[in-house]
């Protein structure tokens, strides 16, 4: 057995610890009372601590055969010196020593024993041991005021043996005076250029090569491994590197430079329709010079208003800029002969592949592109995929790969509460905007959230000039946002998480105000793709992170994670493919689709294979052949009248028979395009104050949970001011109206508010008009790019309708649907 006495010299007295075998609970605590003698000081009174009324002592002597017994005596550092001193003075008169040690004073205070060394936990300037510094974050998390999960629990602590700093660590949950010392979580370095070439030596056209020395001498990292890997000798490649690494420049190379060598113009597909008006007048600015024509393909504008921006949509243009819609088009339409020679295709964000909804159309697009245009150059370009080789492998690409950051990126995780955010939010972005770079670039700031109401919502509570930026914008409005970015003169943009593949804002900061989308987690690749828009090489040093999770907060009863949970799996969570894969529906209007660009079966087949999906293509021809969409004579294939009109009009397979059977029963056209889409993205403007009246948590969609019931109580409206009553009254008297026995769940408010809106844009009401409409009658406010969305597409519904019943000689019908279609169009 090994026997330790330590002791702490207090004012009046020395507490003394007997020790068993290191053991951090002692044997026994004693309080030693010292009084001076002829001989020196000596023990007097010697109090056992045992917690019981009756006080125990034990004699002098039996004290002094302790000390004489212990295997080391020890004096811990830090106490009252004038007793240090007497208490070695009595050891020595004893013949017996003391070794000085240092202690957690925190465990003697809860009478336990613990050493402290350089390597101890640092907590009020003072060392402190790891089981006490873990109790004292726990203390803390629990007066925090919120609820805390236990990942989020076990991440502070990994902070805590981590930093070894306990004040640190706690300062993570009360952000009021923000420190990135405290709040960083990490910082993703940037690495040395591996590869560098020199512009001026690229197999470029003079007036090219010019353009480029003009912007840099050398090729960023990722352009010279693309250059090095046949760029400019024609190779396929599947590109995969961080955003703002210089992707966009590597298809352009190859594009400009396959046009200037006569080899067929160039094609350059994004997912999103803001993203392709930039690219569009980026490249017409820049390549006007070479005396390059662009042209941009977003699916047809069809609806006339003065805010519609000019462009050239030409499809015998040398650059065309589409969606990835806008160009299928094309395809889907017999039209590819229009595209001309194509020597290059660029596909952006070709990770989309994966995307529930559009993946399946993409997958069919590069099919259908490969087969038209087998001669071309084909550039895929991704900044997040987590299988690249594979991808690679089935797009016969060649991979390049480069992981690095352009610049640093300080990523920082910021504990806080809802009604904190905007402060916090204010506070990052006047710090980002008051620096510039050495590039002399302002910092500025994209906030994501999730939702368009919170875009508005937060750009207004901001203490910093702020704008929101959401798809639900106008075309003219979102433009606007952009140019005002662009030239460094608005500070902040708030934005959703379905923007993040879209317009590329050069900003130096990027929050996370909410880490979902809608009501869903956004993923580890939406995550990697959002906080990549961190810092860009031409603008500036380094990129900020800010992620500020609400600990416990969840946006569904179905979510087992809360958000600080889910921040935390972010920052750490690596890629997961979700791989490419869809239904029978899906593959139905694919193969429908690419009959419209061979009538051979066995080509239909290559197409097919070269295809991410898997196809059954003998089942499903024979099922599209049972539909009569699609005709089969020996190896010759080819669409119907009715399989034309699907192909070109997207229409899925179920879409398009409740068109024919509504059609069929001369249904009116206005019926049919309202029942086959809704018009769901309408807001009560009055939400806050309607909740606030009634005591219930509004939602402000109108189409959206409990808001329909709440309209539909009468005992409920008369709680509420007589203007916003007035208001639903004549929401309720128009639109639920109706005898279903699921009134007002069974779809016919939506129909008929469908319906509203398309009757006041045949009063030839442009979208604004048509908002203030709906705002001054029923109190009921939308989006301006809503209103254009749904428009355009009721235009495409009547345009199908209108050729669907021409091929069912439905005369009366189509005659109303073309006739309907032009009113609409304006």
């Known amino acids: 057995m090994t026997l330790w006495v330590l002791s702490y010299a207090e004012k009046s007295k020395v507490v003394v610890m007997t020790i068993k075998d290191r053991m951090k609970q002692p044997l026994s605590v004693a309080e030693l009372q010292i009084k001076g003698s002829s001989k020196g000081p000596r023990p007097h009174k010697i109090r056992v601590l045992t917690g019981k009324k009756n006080e125990e002592f034990i004699p002098p002597q039996q004290f002094i055969e302790l000390l004489r017994s212990a295997n080391r005596i020890m004096l811990a550092e830090g106490g009252d010196p004038a007793n240090e001193e007497s208490f070695l003075e009595m050891l020595k008169g004893f013949q017996l020593s003391a070794d000085r040690v240092k202690i957690c004073k925190h465990c003697w205070f809860n009478r336990r024993f613990n050493f402290v060394n350089s390597k101890s936990i640092k907590y009020h300037d003072e060392l402190i041991c790891a089981d006490c510094a873990k109790e004292e974050l726990l203390r803390a998390v629990r007066s925090a005021g919120s609820q805390y999960g236990e990942k989020s629990v076990y991440f502070l602590e990994q902070v805590l043996h981590k930093t070894r700093d306990l004040d640190r660590t706690i300062r993570m949950l009360s952000p009021e005076r923000l420190d990135p010392e405290f709040t960083r979580y990490d910082t993703i370095r940037t690495s040395p250029n591996e590869a560098t070439v020199r512009v001026k030596n690229l197999p470029l056209a003079k007036k090219f090569r010019e353009m480029l020395l003009q912007k840099s001498e050398t090729l960023l990292p990722v352009q010279a491994l693309s250059v090095e890997a046949g760029l400019l000798e024609g190779k396929n490649q599947f590109v995969v590197s961080a955003t703002a690494t210089g992707k966009t420049l590597i298809g352009e190379m190859a594009g400009v430079q396959n046009l200037l060598d006569k080899k067929g113009k160039m094609l350059y597909l994004v997912p999103l329709v803001a993203l392709a008006n930039q690219k569009y007048d980026q490249f017409t600015e820049r390549y006007s010079k070479l005396g390059l024509t662009s042209s941009i393909k977003i699916g047809a504008i069809l609806i006339k208003t003065s805010q519609r921006v000019k462009m050239n949509t030409s499809p015998n243009a040398d650059i065309i800029v589409g969606t990835y819609e806008g160009v299928d088009h094309m395809l889907r339409s017999e039209n590819a002969d229009f595209l001309g020679k194509i020597g290059t295709v660029v596909i952006d964000e070709v990770h989309m592949l994966e995307d529930l909804e559009r993946g399946h159309r993409l997958d069919g697009l590069i099919g259908r592109l490969r087969y038209v245009a087998p001669e071309a150059q084909f550039i895929y370009l991704s900044a997040t995929v987590a299988n690249p080789e594979g991808y690679a492998k089935k797009l016969g690409a060649r991979l390049v790969r480069y992981e690095h950051r352009p610049v640093p990126i300080d990523r920082h995780l910021l504990f806080c509460q809802e009604n904190e955010k905007a402060k916090l939010i204010s506070q990052l972005a006047k710090e980002e905007y008051s620096m510039r770079s050495s590039k002399k670039h302002r910092g500025q700031t994209i906030v994501f959230t999730n939702s368009r109401r919170n875009c508005h919502k937060l750009a207004g509570a901001l203490s910093i000039r702020a704008s929101p930026y959401h798809a639900g914008l106008s075309q003219y409005e979102r433009k606007k946002v952009e140019t005002l970015f662009a030239k460094g003169e608005l500070p902040v943009v708030v934005t959703t998480a379905a923007l993040a593949a879209?317009?590329?804002?050069?900003?130096?900061?990027?929050?996370?105000?909410?880490?979902?989308?809608?009501?869903?987690?956004?993923?580890?690749?939406?995550?990697?793709?959002?906080?990549?828009?961190?810092?860009?090489?031409?603008?500036?040093?380094?990129?900020?992170?800010?992620?500020?999770?609400?600990?416990?907060?969840?946006?569904?009863?179905?979510?087992?994670?809360?958000?600080?949970?889910?921040?935390?799996?972010?920052?750490?969570?690596?890629?997961?493919?979700?791989?490419?894969?869809?239904?029978?529906?899906?593959?139905?209007?694919?193969?429908?689709?690419?009959?419209?660009?061979?009538?051979?079966?066995?080509?239909?087949?290559?197409?097919?294979?070269?295809?991410?999906?898997?196809?059954?293509?003998?089942?499903?021809?024979?099922?599209?052949?049972?539909?009569?969409?699609?005709?089969?004579?020996?190896?010759?294939?080819?669409?119907?009248?009715?399989?034309?009109?699907?192909?070109?009009?997207?229409?899925?397979?179920?879409?398009?028979?409740?068109?024919?059977?509504?059609?069929?029963?001369?249904?009116?056209?206005?019926?049919?395009?309202?029942?086959?889409?809704?018009?769901?993205?309408?807001?009560?403007?009055?939400?806050?104050?309607?909740?606030?009246?009634?005591?219930?948590?509004?939602?402000?969609?109108?189409?959206?949970?409990?808001?329909?019931?709440?309209?539909?109580?009468?005992?409920?409206?008369?709680?509420?001011?007589?203007?916003?009553?007035?208001?639903?009254?004549?929401?309720?008297?128009?639109?639920?109206?109706?005898?279903?026995?699921?009134?007002?769940?069974?779809?016919?408010?939506?129909?008929?508010?469908?319906?509203?809106?398309?009757?006041?844009?045949?009063?030839?009401?442009?979208?604004?008009?048509?908002?203030?409409?709906?705002?001054?009658?029923?109190?009921?406010?939308?989006?301006?790019?809503?209103?254009?969305?749904?428009?355009?597409?009721?235009?495409?519904?009547?345009?199908?309708?209108?050729?669907?019943?021409?091929?069912?000689?439905?005369?009366?019908?189509?005659?109303?649907?073309?006739?309907?279609?032009?009113?609409?169009?304006?």
């Open 502 to 826: 879209g317009v590329d804002f050069p900003a130096s900061q990027v929050i996370f105000e909410s880490l979902a989308m809608g009501i869903d987690w956004i993923s580890v690749q939406d995550f990697l793709q959002m906080s990549g828009r961190a810092g860009r090489p031409d603008y500036h040093d380094r990129g900020v992170v800010v992620l500020m999770p609400v600990p416990g907060k969840s946006y569904s009863s179905a979510q087992s994670d809360t958000e600080e949970e889910v921040a935390i799996k972010l920052l750490q969570g690596e890629m997961l493919s979700a791989g490419v894969e869809y239904g029978e529906a899906e593959q139905l209007e694919e193969v429908l689709a690419s009959v419209a660009v061979t009538s051979s079966v066995q080509d239909l087949r290559n197409i097919h294979s070269l295809m991410f999906g898997g196809f059954d293509l003998d089942k499903l021809v024979s099922r599209l052949q049972s539909y009569r969409f699609l005709e089969k004579k020996g190896n010759k294939v080819s669409l119907t009248r009715f399989g034309k009109i699907i192909a070109a009009h997207f229409l899925p397979v179920s879409k398009a028979f409740l068109i024919r059977d509504a059609v069929l029963a001369e249904n009116s056209p206005l019926k049919i395009v309202t029942n086959l889409e809704f018009f769901d993205a309408a807001y009560f403007k009055y939400a806050n104050q309607i909740g606030s009246s009634l005591h219930v948590n509004m939602p402000s969609r109108v189409f959206q949970g409990a808001a329909l019931d709440i309209v539909f109580d009468g005992e409920s409206l008369s709680h509420l001011d007589i203007k916003i009553r007035e208001l639903m009254l004549n929401f309720a008297s128009d639109f639920l109206t109706c005898t279903c026995r699921d009134s007002p769940y069974c779809g016919c408010a939506e129909q008929k508010f469908s319906e509203k809106i398309i009757r006041l844009r045949m009063e030839r009401l442009d979208p604004t008009q048509i908002i203030r409409n709906l705002e001054d009658k029923y109190g009921i406010s939308a989006y301006q790019g809503d209103v254009f969305g749904y428009l355009d597409n009721a235009v495409r519904n009547l345009d199908a309708v209108e050729l669907i019943a021409r091929v069912h000689s439905k005369k009366e019908v189509a005659e109303e649907a073309k006739k309907l279609k032009k009113k609409v169009q304006g």
